[in-house]
């Protein structure tokens, strides 16, 4: 299976590159923040818990987001393999989803990570705030969700890093290169 993880901070254009990666490699697509949003948008207790912590720009903890994905992969264990986008965001989400692949005799074949400066971030995320509709999408809670994702998300490179599956892309350009930047690296899928 081809199981990529799509890592980079908030705007740095995962859910951007995920849909183009779907659609050449035909593989499964695990966002939790579009889950965590599924979830807001039923007003079920899970998305009202999600809501306070998203839109301050904090990581939802840890267990819930986990038991999300536990639940994703076991309906979407068929196929090439799956996008990971968004997830995981911390050393602990990494380890555990290590731990459920290999329970069905499977492993992460490779991390991109996507590099962008700080300010450009932040102009992308107040663009899209115009039209997502999206509380997270302000000035403050970007600025936020930067430094969340310095001190808590970004040792996660590290993770895998160590397993020799870390991959910088620069994700600076028109997406359309970034992508071809981003094919580079994954190769053709056996
Ligand atoms: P996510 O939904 O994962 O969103 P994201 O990080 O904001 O954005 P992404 O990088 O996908 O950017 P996009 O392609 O849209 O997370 C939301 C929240 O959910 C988190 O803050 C957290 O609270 C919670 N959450 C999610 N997963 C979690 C987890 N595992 N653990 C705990 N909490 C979790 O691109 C951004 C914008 O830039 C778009 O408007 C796009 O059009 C534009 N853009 C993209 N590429 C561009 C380019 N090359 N040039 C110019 N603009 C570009």
Do not use: W
């Amino acid at each position: 299976m081809l199981n990529i993880i799509l890592f980079g901070p908030p705007g740095a254009g995962k859910g951007t590159q995920s849909e183009k990666l779907i659609a050449k490699y035909h593989l499964c697509h695990i966002s939790t923040g579009d889950l965590l949003r599924s979830e807001m948008a039923k007003k079920t207790e899970l998305g009202l818990a999600a809501k306070k912590y998203m839109d301050s720009g904090s990581l939802v903890p840890d267990d819930v987001v986990i038991g999300m994905i536990r639940n994703k992969l076991a309906q979407d264990s068929s196929g090439p393999g799956c996008i990971f986008d968004g997830f995981p965001r911390t050393v602990a989400q990494a380890e555990a989803l290590d731990e459920l692949l290999s329970e069905t005799g499977n492993t992460i074949t490779l991390m991109i990570a996507l590099q962008v400066e700080a300010d450009e971030l932040i102009k992308r995320l107040v663009k899209r705030g115009e039209t997502s509709g999206r509380s997270d999408d302000t000035e403050e809670t970007a600025r936020k969700r930067i430094e969340v994702y310095d001190r808590e998300t970004s040792p996660v490179a590290n993770y895998y890093a160590k397993q020799d599956k870390y991959h910088a892309v620069d994700g600076v350009g028109e997406v359309n290169d970034i992508f071809n930047r981003i094919c580079q690296v994954v190769g053709v899928p056996v």
